[in-house]
């Protein structure tokens, strides 16, 4: 037999030896794996859509940009103009929780499922807070857009669906990834600690 061969033996019998050692760090990791789940539960993402009424200027400018074989940018400039500066900072106070302004930014996304509509994503630790903070960013860019400080002109925007469900992944499936996770981690530095106690064992036994 080889010499690696013996070597995974005795490693084997090592960790078997001590496998009340690498269950108890098992069970920590798992202990761990759960605690992250449960204080940094993973966020949900809730969505408010506003509908778009383009003025009949743009209507027409986009007409021709078709025929031309252009594209049509209202809809692109509406969705930088609904995650700007001033847009953010209006919903800042009506946001849930209280946050600072980097935080809404990187909390909050502008898409456009459709050329006449604008889709505002909020994420929060629970629903009621992604909730809030959608309708929060969709209520200040219609008011933003309909005032005369819009510097792309007054556009007629309307709420179509206020942010009423949160979607995400729950709990108990977070709870099983990273419990699952933390054993997977307990078990190889249980491994480590035990073969360490073991070799250093064997080498001493040998010694003498």
């Known amino acids: 037999m080889s010499d690696k061969a013996l070597d995974l033996r005795t490693s084997t019998q090592i960790v078997r030896r001590h496998k009340f050692l690498v269950g108890f ?6 202990l761990g794996g759960a605690a992250y789940a449960v204080l940094r539960p993973p966020m949900l993402t809730s969505t408010a859509l506003v509908a778009l009424q383009e003025p009949a200027s743009v209507q027409q400018s986009a007409n ?3 025929t031309a074989g252009g594209t049509d940018t209202f809809t692109a400039t509406q969705k930088v103009v609904a995650g700007s500066y001033p847009v953010l900072l209006d919903a800042l106070p009506h946001v849930r929780p209280a946050m600072s302004f980097d935080e809404l930014r990187h909390n909050v996304q502008v898409g456009s ?8 994503n909020a994420k929060g630790k629970n629903a ?4 809030a903070t959608a309708n929060a960013v969709a209520d200040s ?5 309909s005032s005369s400080r819009s510097p792309v002109g007054r556009v007629e925007a309307q709420m179509l ?4 469900i949160a979607t995400g992944r729950p709990l108990p499936a977070s709870l ?18 035990a073969l360490a106690f073991g070799w250093a064992d064997r080498r001493f036994r040998i010694s003498r």
């Not at 860019?141 to 857009?145: K, L, N, R, S």
């Open 128 to 131: 009621a807070d992604a909730e």
């Open 176 to 193: 099983l990834i990273t419990g699952g996770f933390g054993a997977l981690c307990g078990a190889i530095v249980g491994a480590a600690v």
């Open 113 to 120: 499922p459709s050329s006449d509509i604008i889709s505002v």
């Open 64 to 66: 021709n940009n078709t």
């Open 141 to 145: 860019y219609m008011g933003y857009v």
């Open 161 to 164: 669906e206020s942010a009423t």
């Open 25 to 30: 760090v098992v069970v920590l990791g798992i």
